[in-house]
C-alpha cells in the first residue's frame, strides 16, 4: 500500500493559498490583507473589514459606501422566514436557529441559483447583513419580546445591538462591538472556513457552504469556547476556587477553555485588545477577578507548553457586560466571520479544486464475508 505522510488534524498541513489572513503564531501577530490587527482595531470598522476581506485589498471611499449602504438596505428577512424563527421552540440553541433559518433563506435568493462568482459576492453581501438580524430575532422572539426592526440609520455594530436590545447603544458600546466584529472577521485555515471551503469545492451552492462554517464554528473547540469559557467561570465560582479548579482539570487531562490554540503558541493578540475592553467595561465584576486569576495560574503552569489565552478567553465576559446571553456568544462570532468563510470561499474558487483527502486504512483486505444467521 502506498505510503502517505500523516498529521493528526491536519496539523500544519496547508489546505489552499490565500493572500487574506496571516498568522504568526510565535510572534503572537495577526494580520489581514498584511495590516497588524491592532490597526484595523484602531482605525477601522466591521464593514470596511468585510468588504477588503471580500476584495482582497482596502475599497476606495466610494465602494464602501455602496457597500454599507447596500448592507443596511438588505438587513430585514422575508416576512415567511420571520413566520419560521416564530415557529422554532424556544429552546433550539441560536446557532442552530442561524444555520436553520440560513438554509431556508437560499429558497427566497434568486442569486443561489446562479453559478457566477458575482451572484455568490451578492449573497456574501446579504449575509452579511442579515446574520445579526436572524440572531437578534430569534433572541427576542424567544424570551417572548416584540421583534425590533433594523434602523437603516445605524452602523452594522450599533444596530445588532439595537436589534437586540430595543434601545440606541451609546457610543462606547457599539465600538466594543464594532471592534469585536473586528476581530474576529477571518482567521486563516480554521475549522469552520475550511468547512465551508470543503463544501465550496464540490460547486455546491454558497448558503449549503456558510450553513457548513455555522454547523463547525459551533463547536466548544472553536467558537463554542467564548460560551464553554463562561460556563467554566460560573463552575469555579470564586476567586478562591481558581487554583484548586485548574489542578483538578489539568490532573484529569480536561482543558481549560479559552486558552490554547493550534497555531499560536503566544498569546493571541485578539485577547490582548478584549481583556482591555474586560478590564474597562467590568473591572469589579467576579468574571473579570476570576478570568485574571485564571490567567495568572495557567501562566504559571502551562505557559512554558505555550499554552496562553486565546481569542475566546476574554470576548464573553465583554459580552456578557454588554447584557448579551450567554449563548449568543458563539452567534457575534459567526456574524463576523461569516465575512471570512464567504472571503475564503470567494478565493478559492477563482481557482477551484474539489478537497479530497485520503485517510490511512488500518482494517484487513480479503476478508470473507459471513452471512447474516452464521455470526
Ligand atoms: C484550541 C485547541 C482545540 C487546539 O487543539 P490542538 O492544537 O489539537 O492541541 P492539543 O489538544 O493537541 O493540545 C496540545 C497540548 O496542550 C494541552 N492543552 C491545549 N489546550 C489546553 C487547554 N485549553 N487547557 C489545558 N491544556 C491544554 C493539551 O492537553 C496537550 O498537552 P499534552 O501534549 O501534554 O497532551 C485546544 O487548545 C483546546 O481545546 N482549547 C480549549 C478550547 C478553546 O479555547 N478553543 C478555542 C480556540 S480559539
Given at each position: 500500500?502506498?505510503?502517505?505522510?500523516?498529521?493528526?488534524?491536519?496539523?500544519?498541513?496547508?489546505?489552499?493559498?490565500?493572500?487574506?489572513t496571516y498568522i504568526d503564531?510565535?510572534e503572537g501577530k495577526l494580520y489581514y490583507l498584511g495590516i497588524p490587527i491592532e490597526e484595523w482595531a484602531e482605525n477601522s470598522?466591521?464593514?470596511?473589514v468585510?468588504?477588503?476581506?471580500?476584495?482582497?485589498?482596502?475599497?476606495?471611499?466610494?465602494?464602501?459606501?455602496?457597500?454599507?449602504?447596500?448592507?443596511?438596505?438588505?438587513?430585514?428577512?422575508?416576512?415567511?422566514?420571520?413566520?419560521?424563527?416564530?415557529?422554532?421552540?424556544?429552546?433550539?440553541?441560536?446557532?442552530?436557529?442561524?444555520?436553520?433559518?440560513?438554509?431556508?433563506?437560499?429558497?427566497?435568493?434568486?442569486?443561489?441559483?446562479?453559478?457566477?462568482?458575482?451572484?455568490?459576492?451578492?449573497?456574501?453581501?446579504?449575509?452579511?447583513?442579515?446574520?445579526?438580524?436572524?440572531?437578534?430575532?430569534?433572541?427576542?422572539?424567544?424570551?417572548?419580546?416584540?421583534?425590533?426592526?433594523?434602523?437603516?440609520?445605524?452602523?452594522?455594530?450599533?444596530?445588532?445591538?439595537?436589534?437586540?436590545?430595543?434601545?440606541?447603544?451609546?457610543?462606547?458600546?457599539?465600538?466594543?462591538?464594532?471592534?469585536?466584529?473586528i476581530l474576529?472577521?477571518?482567521?486563516?485555515?480554521?475549522?469552520?472556513?475550511?468547512?465551508?471551503?470543503?463544501?465550496?469545492?464540490?460547486?455546491?451552492?454558497?448558503?449549503?457552504?456558510?450553513?457548513?462554517?455555522?454547523?463547525?464554528?459551533?463547536?466548544?473547540?472553536?467558537?463554542?469556547?467564548?460560551?464553554?469559557?463562561?460556563?467554566?467561570?460560573?463552575?469555579?465560582?470564586?476567586?478562591?476556587?481558581?487554583?484548586?479548579?485548574?489542578?483538578?482539570?489539568?490532573?484529569?487531562?480536561?482543558?481549560?477553555?479559552?486558552?490554547?490554540?493550534?497555531?499560536?503558541?503566544?498569546?493571541?493578540p485578539r485577547?490582548r485588545i478584549?481583556?482591555?475592553?474586560?478590564?474597562?467595561?467590568?473591572?469589579?465584576?467576579?468574571?473579570?477577578?476570576?478570568?485574571?486569576?485564571?490567567?495568572?495560574?495557567?501562566?504559571?503552569?502551562?505557559?512554558?507548553?505555550?499554552?496562553?489565552?486565546?481569542?475566546?478567553?476574554?470576548?464573553?465576559?465583554?459580552?456578557?457586560?454588554?447584557?448579551?446571553?450567554?449563548?449568543?456568544?458563539?452567534?457575534?462570532?459567526?456574524?463576523?466571520?461569516?465575512?471570512?468563510?464567504?472571503?475564503?470561499?470567494?478565493?478559492?474558487?477563482?481557482?477551484?479544486?474539489?478537497?479530497?483527502?485520503?485517510?490511512?486504512?488500518?482494517?484487513?483486505?480479503?476478508?470473507?464475508?459471513?452471512?447474516?444467521?452464521?455470526?
Amino acid at each position: 500500500m502506498k505510503e502517505y505522510p500523516f498529521s493528526k488534524g491536519l496539523e500544519d498541513v496547508p489546505a489552499a493559498e490565500s493572500v487574506l489572513t496571516y498568522i504568526d503564531g510565535q510572534e503572537g501577530k495577526l494580520y489581514y490583507l498584511g495590516i497588524p490587527i491592532e490597526e484595523w482595531a484602531e482605525n477601522s470598522t466591521y464593514e470596511e473589514v468585510a468588504l477588503s476581506l471580500l476584495l482582497r485589498r482596502l475599497p476606495t471611499k466610494g465602494e464602501l459606501k455602496v457597500f454599507d449602504a447596500a448592507l443596511r438596505s438588505s438587513r430585514d428577512l422575508p416576512e415567511e422566514v420571520i413566520d419560521f424563527i416564530y415557529d422554532l421552540p424556544p429552546q433550539t440553541h441560536p446557532m442552530s436557529a442561524l444555520r436553520s433559518v440560513v438554509s431556508l433563506l437560499e429558497s427566497y435568493d434568486e442569486d443561489a441559483r446562479r453559478d457566477d462568482l458575482d451572484a455568490k459576492f451578492r449573497i456574501a453581501l446579504r449575509l452579511i447583513a442579515k446574520f445579526p438580524t436572524i440572531v437578534a430575532y430569534f433572541d427576542r422572539v424567544r424570551k417572548n419580546l416584540d421583534i425590533v426592526r433594523p434602523n437603516p440609520s445605524l452602523s452594522h455594530a450599533e444596530n445588532f445591538l439595537y436589534m437586540l436590545t430595543g434601545k440606541i447603544p451609546t457610543k462606547y458600546e457599539s465600538k466594543v462591538m464594532d471592534v469585536a466584529l473586528i476581530l474576529h472577521a477571518d482567521h486563516e485555515m480554521n475549522a469552520s472556513t475550511f468547512a465551508s471551503m470543503v463544501v465550496a469545492s464540490t460547486l455546491s451552492d454558497m448558503y449549503s457552504a456558510i450553513v457548513a462554517g455555522i454547523g463547525a464554528l459551533k463547536g466548544p473547540l472553536h467558537g463554542g469556547a467564548n460560551e464553554a469559557v463562561l460556563k467554566m467561570f460560573d463552575e469555579i465560582g470564586s476567586v478562591d476556587n481558581v487554583e484548586k479548579y485548574i489542578e483538578e482539570s489539568l490532573a484529569q487531562k480536561k482543558k481549560i477553555m479559552g486558552f490554547g490554540h493550534r497555531v499560536y503558541k503566544a498569546y493571541d493578540p485578539r485577547a490582548r485588545i478584549l481583556k482591555k475592553f474586560a478590564e474597562e467595561l467590568s473591572k469589579e465584576s467576579k468574571y473579570y477577578e476570576i478570568a485574571v486569576k485564571v490567567e495568572e495560574y495557567m501562566m504559571k503552569k502551562v505557559a512554558q507548553k505555550g499554552i496562553f489565552p486565546n481569542v475566546d478567553f476574554y470576548s464573553g465576559i465583554v459580552y456578557n457586560a454588554l447584557g448579551i446571553s450567554t449563548d449568543l456568544f458563539t452567534p457575534i462570532f459567526a456574524i463576523s466571520r461569516v465575512a471570512g468563510w464567504a472571503a475564503h470561499v470567494l478565493e478559492y474558487l477563482e481557482d477551484n479544486r474539489i478537497f479530497r483527502p485520503s485517510s490511512i486504512y488500518k482494517g484487513e483486505l480479503d476478508k470473507k464475508y459471513i452471512p447474516i444467521d452464521q455470526r
